[in-house]
């Protein structure tokens, strides 16, 4: 089958490109010195592929990727980076990891999740820590208490995480370098309060700035956006989606990539006809995106590809990835992880 | 089951809300001068109460969509009012529809369009034409060529659509009537052209100033969010995304609504706090959305309603819509018409 062939808009990732950012990164960071963040790509298919290159241990973002990623064979060391206070949903997961053999460890930042943790049965924790970002995580004088809430509850706690998302887009990386460091400082000082062997943190854009955590959490090297192509790193992109042009006119053309297809949050996705030239965008609708090509004119039935701008809620708009080397199909994975 | 119990982030609709919508729509446009268009809530359980209210012809983006309606016995009358050349997708669509006994109608805008309705064994088109938002349909000086193609390869031409999209959030309604108006007449003139019985056009942001039309595709006027509530129209708020807050500090709170739960293209959403004050939102992240409530703090555990500001791209991203009424829950609907 030929990637003109597949049915539009089509999430299309290249496994050489893949293979290539797999093989790239599992250099700078062997085995469990990076775990993969599955919310990324959502396909444990493509986790699989991570396996292949030596990360056995992986990041979830949600119970459900979680209990999919056990069932599926590759919950060695799973986890659940992401404060979650549903008792019930928290206990299906414990069942689902139980039932496969699997081991997840579950982030906590308050009294509230520790007990939601201890309630659903869950063994293992990790105090999250605020390092900057104004999202979840305790801030580090609380860390040692929080882990002796765990602790008081029967449950081990293996260390302490920190995401510093808002440092992957200092686009100088001398600066982004001491920023992180500050931020791993303020992870340290929580780690100090809080024990345990597991210093998580870090994210594609800073995947190469570590030198002090154990591992690094990065989930869009693997297939990339034109966000993080910003960075300079060494990731090429490796996923697209695939439109048809369905309309066109001599000032412009449609084609079916819209919303529902394509995330804009980061900014409006590239277009290019496919081996043919870039384009200018004008707009995305639901089902469509208008452009004109910066070269000659689109015709209908010309393929496009849409490149991301931002590839985790991209990905979590589609069922398949078509798995393909160049223009030949080789396969199809599943987006199995989807949901909550 | 109380709101409260739903698992988050949850898709809720509020039943009595949306029958005062539909109510609404029904007195303004009864039975067939309404198509409602699926796409704004790709759930047939909503389009049953749509034709509980006497709409019996709907609109479609997508060949799915055709056929999930067909499937569900909602197909007397359904228009595809979206290009689509993937003559395979076509074919599917049209066996469902002679299985299951529906009637469906494919928009068309170019000879390419024509040739795979008519590949696909597609019986009846509708001429779509270019009324000034710079995305489908032909020019109306083509129209009637393109409904001499169709005629030529053996199909009916029903007549002709034309959607303003562009002038749906013209803000002062005298001037949205006044554009309305020369859309129509560039709709009338390929009319001209074109024959047939139909004539198609207009959106929620316009139901009410189409006096020559047959029919308007409204789908949001059933849900509503923030955008279209600029307008001023008859129709209320009812849906939302209720989200449960995981992480809390006295300057911001977090909750479980990110963007894989909640469309951006259209400005944030507003966040509240459930029964409580509104506030202020930083920003969305793949998995929260962090916020400042106008009065007090927020704690871990409480619950927050997030209102989108496109209805379409929401409802898109979730498997279920919780059916309430107020915080009771009543029913569960599947979001059944995803996909392409």
């Not at 089958?1 to 599992?26: G, I, K, Q």
């Not at 200092?170 to 100090?192: C, N, P, Y």
């Not at 345990?196 to 854009?205: N, P, Q």
Request: proline letters at 5%; one cysteine or more; aromatic letters at 4%.
């Amino acid at each position: 089958m030929d990637l003109h062939d597949v049915p539009t808009p089509a999430l299309v990732v290249d496994h050489e490109l893949l293979s290539r950012n797999l093989e790239a990164m599992a250099a700078a960071r062997p085995g469990a010195t990076l775990r993969p963040h599955v919310k990324a790509h959502k396909c444990t298919a493509l986790a699989a592929a991570q396996a292949a290159h030596g990360h056995t241990t992986f990041t979830c973002a949600t119970p459900r990727e979680v209990a999919g990623m056990a069932a599926a064979g590759l919950g060695a060391d799973l986890l659940l980076a992401n404060e979650v206070l549903d008792v019930r949903r928290l206990r299906d997961m414990v069942a689902a990891c139980h039932e496969h053999g699997a081991q997840v460890t579950v982030a906590v930042d308050s009294a509230e999740t520790v007990d939601a943790a201890a309630s659903a049965g869950v063994a293992n924790v990790l105090v999250d820590v605020n390092v900057g970002l104004p999202r979840c995580g305790c801030p580090p004088e609380h860390a040692g208490r929080i882990a002796d809430l765990a602790r008081r509850s029967a449950m081990t706690v293996r260390g302490v995480m920190g995401y510093e998302g808002h440092l992957m887009m200092v686009l100088d990386r001398a600066e982004r370098q001491a920023k992180v460091d500050e931020a791993m400082d303020r992870l340290f000082a929580a780690h100090a309060a809080v024990g345990g062997d597991l210093v998580s943190a870090g994210g594609t854009g800073t995947y190469d700035l570590h030198h002090r955590v154990g591992e690094v959490q990065a989930g869009s090297y693997a297939l990339m956006d034109t966000d993080y192509a910003r960075l300079g790193l060494p990731f090429v992109q490796a996923c697209w989606v695939i439109g048809t042009v369905v309309s066109a006119t001599p000032k412009y053309a449609v084609a079916d990539v819209g919303l529902k297809a394509m995330a804009t949050d980061h900014g409006n996705p590239t277009v290019e006809l496919l081996d043919g030239p870039g384009a200018d965008v004008w707009f995305l609708s639901d089902e469509h995106v208008t452009f004109t090509p910066h070269t000659g004119i689109a015709e209908v039935g010309q393929r496009v590809r849409v490149t991301p701008s931002h590839i985790d809620p991209t990905i979590a708009k589609h069922e398949t990835i078509w798995v393909v080397n160049g223009h030949e199909v080789l396969d199809r994975w599943p987006v199995d992880l989807r949901g909550w």
